[in-house]
């Protein structure tokens, strides 16, 4: 493949309708419910990128955790970004944990795994005040996906869900494509970081989540990680939401 169809194949907004105008929609959601309802901000209190806004429904807990780790293919982003996400989790009588991390090319991808492991361990300490943790379910989007499966994997907490939403679950495509700049992947590490090829027996049920308009690559990185995650013998289920792109997918959760 050319360098320009493999560019092409990995560039998430040229299947988009607009997705300047979702990310810009989705932020001043995102800000809007920070005035209504407002979050605990925190971090691990060594690393500044270790950190999240965490939202508690009214009352006493303890409660459901959905907590989120966003895209931006490891370089873009903050953790406010997926903020809107939280009041429909808060609907439904569930905490909401808007996971950050440091970016590339400052952060690698094994710090950024690190970073969202311990703001996951603190929103989970946080919400002891709250009456504790029900169950836990771990999410993350694109590069996120990624990171979350990481941290599912290497944390060692108890995780009941993973949702998995337009990811990237092989990362040896990208060494040769204009995502790497920043990343500085080779071969070798890029497979290392991969899920599809990590160790998969030890993964929690997984909902793997794709939109009918994310790349064909992506398309098939999906199918292709819940085919290796029923092959390991763990619970998969694979979700193509019709009439969506890789940003309004998170509309539609």
Known sequence: MTQQGLDRDYSPSLFAR??????????????ELVIRHRPRRLDDGKDPAARL?????????????????????WQALDHTA????????????????????????????????????RGLAVALAALDEYGGAGSV????????????????????????????????YDLTPLVDTYVNAPLGLDRARARALSPLFGELAGLPPSRVMIAEHDPPAFRSQGRDFVAALRAAGREASFVDL???????????L
Not at 18 to 31: C, F, I, K, P, S
């Open 18 to 31: 607009d997705y300047e105008a979702t990310l810009a929609r989705q932020a001043v959601e995102g800000a």
């Open 53 to 73: 806004n965490l939202f508690v429904p009214e009352g006493a807990g303890p409660w459901p955790l959905m907590a989120f780790i966003h895209g931006g293919y």
């Open 82 to 117: 997926t903020d809107f996400l939280a009041e429909r989790y808060l609907a439904r009588g569930m905490a909401f944990a808007s996971l950050g991390y440091g970016l590339a090319p400052e952060a690698s991808i094994e710090t950024m795994s690190e970073q969202s492991a």
């Open 137 to 168: 379910t771990l999410g993350g989007h694109s590069a996120g996906a990624q990171l979350a499966c990481r941290v599912a994997a290497e944390s060692g907490m108890r995780l009941d869900e993973l949702l998995l939403v337009s990811g990237v």
């Open 242 to 252: 019709p009439g969506c792109d890789h940003f309004n997918i998170l509309d539609h």
